[in-house]
């Protein structure tokens, strides 16, 4: 035992510095979520000068991708959601500030091999257990362990800035909380297809400020008294999206 401990304190001390989060990148992640194995897959665009960040979640609910940009210097929040149909825009007012972790607590924990790659591994243990592990460079993240809810693995990191454009307000976004009537009802048949059990949370997730019209489409599904797009098209009339 006293030999592994001398061991341990010959690693640390010739522990590298602590790891800085880089300034800008674009990567691809792979989250496990540990509650059921699930994987999240996406692309994070990421630049602490532009102080805004993009987010393209690939087949987030029912085979629709999601895109969400970050505007930190605008305090919005774009939401993109992908139907069979149409592309939906949600914009909320955002709060807080960028991600960017300080990690000079971080304690060096030795080496391990992820992905073929050999990687510095760090820890972490204020408020929740994080495991931080990183190739080559202090800048280069491989892995982020959430040991209470996932696991995020980046892929094909690159260090660079990103385009300005990436963070633009997108086209199919207004400044309005109204929606046209064609992306309204493209919306309520997205939300029957949650499902008549479908909880708030699912419904807020998909619809923000418009929940209330997927309650309605959903309602009317679940009565069973008309198809899909029937039930969204009488939700958006009766919601005033739509002229009937």
Known sequence: MKFFAFL???????????PKWPIHFATELDVIHYHNRSHTFAIWYYDYNENAERVEVMNYHE????????????????????????????????????????LSSFVYSGQRTIRDKLCD?????????????????PNEPMQ???????????LNFKDHSVDPAYFDKPAQC???????????????????????????????ALCGPFAELCEEAIDLACE?????????EKACCALGFCSC
């Open 63 to 102: 085979g629709m991708d999601v895109t969400m940009i970050n505007d930190y210097n605008a305090e919005k929040q774009y939401v993109l959601i992908e139907t069979e149909d149409d592309i939906i825009c949600q914009t909320h007012d955002l709060t807080g500030h960028l991600f960017y972790p300080d």
């Open 224 to 232: 069973g008294a008309c198809s899909y797009e029937e039930c969204a």
């Open 121 to 137: 591994r760090w820890f972490h243990n204020a408020t929740r257990m994080i495991y931080y592990d990183t190739h080559d460079a």
């Open 144 to 154: 982020i362990d959430f040991m209470d809810s996932n696991q995020t693995n980046f």
């Open 174 to 204: 207004t400044d309005t909380t109204g929606l046209s009537c064609d992306a309204c009802e493209s919306l309520g048949e997205a939300a029957i297809e949650l499902g008549c059990d479908a909880s708030a949370a699912a419904i807020s």
């Open 8 to 18: 341990l304190l010959i690693a640390l001390a010739f522990a590298p510095d602590p």
